[in-house]
C-alpha cells in the first residue's frame, strides 16, 4: 500500500506555525520529494507528497500516531495500491 499526504495540508501547517510544527518534524523522515495526483479533477488541492515505504514498520508507527494526534480534516493522508492512481482517504486501522 502506498501513502500520501495532501499538499495543502503540509503547506499549511507550515505557514500557519511560528515554531516548529511536531506533525511536519514527524513527517520529515518519510515524506519524498515525489509529487502524486490524489484527485482526478483540476482542484487546487489535488496534490499529495508520497511517502517513502521503504520501512515498513517505521511508516507505519509514524501514520499510527498521526491517526491518534492529528484531526483527519487537519491532514489528509490518501492511500492507493500502486501509488499511480485509485487514491482513497486512508483508513490507518489501530494495530493489534
Known amino acids: 500500500m502506498k501513502y500520501a499526504v495532501q499538499l495543502a495540508d ?3 501547517r507550515a505557514y500557519n ?3 516548529i510544527d511536531p506533525v511536519l518534524l514527524l513527517l520529515q523522515p518519510v515524506l519524498t520529494k515525489i509529487a502524486v ?3 482526478p479533477d483540476d482542484a487546487l488541492d489535488n496534490v499529495g507528497m508520497l511517502l517513502d515505504d521503504s520501512d515498513p514498520e517505521r511508516l507505519d508507527a509514524i501514520l499510527q500516531l498521526l491517526r491518534l494526534k492529528v484531526d483527519h480534516r487537519d491532514l489528509r493522508v490518501y492511500q492507493s495500491e500502486t501509488g499511480r492512481g ?3 482517504r486512508a483508513k490507518i486501522e489501530e494495530e493489534q
Open 17 to 19: 506555525t511560528t515554531t
Open 37 to 39: 495526483k490524489i484527485k
Open 86 to 88: 485509485s487514491w482513497k
Open 10 to 12: 503540509i503547506a499549511i
